[in-house]
T-cell receptor, first 113, second 115 residues
Framework: DVKVTQSSRYLVKRTGEKVFLECVQD?????MFWYRQDPGLGLRLIYF???????EKGDIPEGYSVSREKKERFSLILESASTNQTSMYLC????????????FGQGTRLTVV | AQSVTQLGSHVSVSEGALVLLRCNYS??????LFWYVQYPNQGLQLLLK??????LVKGINGFEAEFKKSETSFHLTKPSAHMSDAAEYFC?????????????FGKGTKLSVIP
């Protein structure tokens, strides 16, 4: 079974803190994605990566950065957390095909206070 | 730009009744279409997908969806709802030749099943 593991299920951080969300996959997938999920807004793509050290901005990259130093690991970084970044964050992976299934992690519910 | 519209943010059905969740997409090229399900406090998992070929697609847990190009629709159905179907459902689209393999998701429909 594909396993996509996010480092934390729940996280509480203070405004202004630098926050790291980690995602690790064990299926050797080239593509990795970070989404945020908010009620009534569905899933919105923050960043994605199709190879090591490669990254592309999604629909809402402002206030975020990413790092992909190894194929299996994709990190989302909130440089200076703000309350409007309180959300559910979902990591996903897929093979490099337009119709490849995306596999999701369990999600990290981040609260910024 | 690709987009997906899910009609109804919340749908309630009685146990044993037909489930119908609506999804319409916008596209100028042939789409690939997906339905995902999210159970409480979990990530998303694939229910079914349409790529090419047969327009009626069967998925897991008795769900199916039909691709109708003339209506730009990909509605999800299940003949008889079960309590365990209560979850949030997301329709998603991507396109041939998109290159970046991004999925665009709808805003989701939360399904409640009444005993």
């Amino acid at each position: 079974d594909v396993k996509v593991t996010q480092s934390s299920r729940y996280l509480v951080k203070r405004t202004g803190e630098k926050v790291f969300l980690e995602c690790v996959q064990d299926m050797d997938h080239e593509n990795m994605f970070w989404y945020r999920q908010d009620p009534g807004l569905g899933l919105r793509l923050i960043y994605f990566s199709y190879d090591v050290k490669m990254k592309e901005k999604g629909d809402i990259p402002e206030g975020y950065s990413v790092s992909r130093e190894k194929k299996e690991r994709f990190s989302l970084i909130l440089e200076s957390a703000s309350t409007n970044q309180t959300s559910m964050y979902l990591c996903a992976t897929s093979r490099p095909s337009n119709f490849a299934e995306a596999f999701f992690g369990q999600g990290t519910r981040l609260t910024v206070v | 730009a690709q987009s997906v519209t899910q009609l109804g943010s919340h749908v309630s059905v009685s146990e044993g009744a037909l489930v119908l969740l609506r999804c319409n997409y916008s596209s100028s090229v042939p789409p690939y279409l997906f339905w995902y399900v999210q159970y409480p406090n979990q990530g998303l998992q694939l229910l079914l997908k349409y790529t090419t070929g047969a327009t009626l697609v069967k998925g897991i847990n008795g769900f199916e969806a039909e691709f109708k190009k003339s209506e730009t629709s990909f509605h999800l159905t299940k003949p008889s709802a079960h309590m365990s179907d209560a979850a949030e459902y997301f329709c998603a689209v991507t396109y041939s030749g998109a290159g970046s393999y991004q999925l665009t998701f709808g805003k989701g429909t939360k399904l409640s099943v009444i005993p």
